[in-house]
């Protein structure tokens, strides 16, 4: 089976910097995507990492280790607009199909 | 054109009802999938079109029937739904292997 395991909800303040982890055991690994989907919305891409290590774009960076089979994304300089889902999704096999995980709503205060 | 785009925003429905839902991508994409959602709930895949053929169907019921008229649409065929098939169905396109671009989603509601 597949499992990916994200907190629920996380608090977080404006400016601050925020980690939400997400841990999986899958039937195999071909990638983990991140994606953002504010309420009533679609899920928009945020960031994808294959191997190990640390991916940064912006005031949003991802890090995968592959063999803790645990991956974070990290948010900087937070601004209220980040309050949304946060989706962690892995590619179990080569080809298309994603699992996601349930998603960590994050909220934003000031 | 970065865009996927869905028709109708929303769709009620009764049980014995014909609809369908529309999907639309121009970025070339050769992979394209049906999700549902429901509220507080990640994406579930239904459905993966490969270069216009059915590659994936998730033990879906028959009473979802998709179709891929060619590479820039897709389809969603719904017939005598149920009220737990009320959700969001989310289309969504990729090159093959790539990340995927989701549309806003169809709202359904089934009475």
């Known amino acids: 089976g597949q499992n990916i395991d994200q907190p629920t909800e996380m608090t977080a303040t404006e400016g601050a910097i925020v980690q939400i982890n997400c841990t999986y055991q899958t039937s195999g690994f071909n990638g983990l995507f991140w994606y953002q989907q504010h309420a009533g919305e679609a899920p928009t891409f945020l960031s994808y990492n294959v191997l190990d290590g640390l991916e940064e774009k912006g005031r949003f960076s991802s890090f995968l280790s592959r063999s803790k089979g645990y991956s974070y994304l990290l948010l900087k300089e937070l601004q209220m607009k980040d309050s949304a889902s946060y989706l962690c999704a892995v590619r179990p096999e080569y080809g298309n199909k994603l699992v996601f995980g349930a998603g960590t709503i994050l909220r934003v205060k000031s | 054109d970065t865009e996927v785009t869905q028709t109708p925003k929303h769709l009620v429905m009764g049980m014995t009802n014909k609809k369908s839902l529309k999907c639309e991508q121009h970025m070339g994409h050769r992979a394209m999938y049906w999700y549902k959602q429901k509220a507080k709930k990640p994406p579930e895949l239904m459905f993966v079109?490969?270069?216009?053929?059915?590659?994936i169907n998730e033990s879906v019921p028959s009473r979802f029937s998709p179709e891929c008229p060619n590479s820039s649409l897709l389809n969603l065929h719904l017939h005598a739904l149920q009220p737990e098939d009320s959700a969001l169905y989310l289309c969504a396109s990729s090159q093959v292997i790539e990340r995927q671009f989701f549309g806003p989603g169809t709202r359904l509601t089934v009475l």
């Open positions: 079109y490969s270069y216009e053929k059915l590659s």
